[in-house]
């Protein structure tokens, strides 16, 4: 059983031993060069508390799933990224993305590739991406989704090129063009709204393809991405947010 006054406490030492570096000399006798050293217990303490709020408040909450997705650096400094990744994998298996916890959605999927990129697990990194964008197609009416979807594909574009044996730019260039497609033809509103989310998002789209694009012009495919950079540049042109 846990008060939740050492909760508090236990997050108190978390935050000082992360992101609140700069002060922990004020705070704290054991220190180097002023940063906080977690000790094996504080360590001990977060990954208790982290299972007992997934057994007492289950992961289909919007608290557990924050509590879990803060806890990421300071699990990745002290080294207990495969304790993460356990975690983070269970999130994704086992939550309802319901309007409630959708907006932890893309940050835990975010926390996990962080923590493959670590470890160089490039192979399951890719899987983890292909897995992210078949979610989010599968649930696609939801804007979070859609934007989900192209993070997703992006970055599956970068690992699976340049870390990987397996890339089909052909395959990404069709998935990107059709998803730039579909955002082009959202309404008005819904386009403000994803510009809300991510003001640069579109932008990355036609950056994404055009690089594709570039690679395969070699062999004498899809000459037509050159349009994507100009569709970018009047996008720049005419958006004051880029100016």
Sequence with gaps: WYPVQYAKLVDAVQMATTIHEYSADRLFTATDKGKVLA????VARIKELILYKIETDGLNSSETLNFIYYQDRFLSINNEDKFNKKILNRVIKEVSWNNE????????YTNLT????????????VVHLKEGMKTTKDNFENLEFKY???Q????YYLYSFVHTNSVNLDEIYDL??????????????QKKKLFEIDSTYLLNQ???ISQVGLGLMHENKHEDSVQYLFKALNLIKENNKFK
């Design 148 to 150: 989900s979807y192209g």
């Design 101 to 108: 916890n959708i907006k932890y959605f893309y940050k835990i």
């Design 152 to 155: 997703f594909l992006s970055s």
């Design 176 to 189: 990107s063009k059709l998803h730039i497609e579909h955002l082009e033809s959202l309404s008005e509103e």
């Design 114 to 125: 962080g923590a493959y990129i670590r470890a160089r697990d490039y192979d399951k990194l």
């Design 206 to 208: 036609y950056s994404t």
């Design 39 to 42: 000790t094996k217990e504080d």
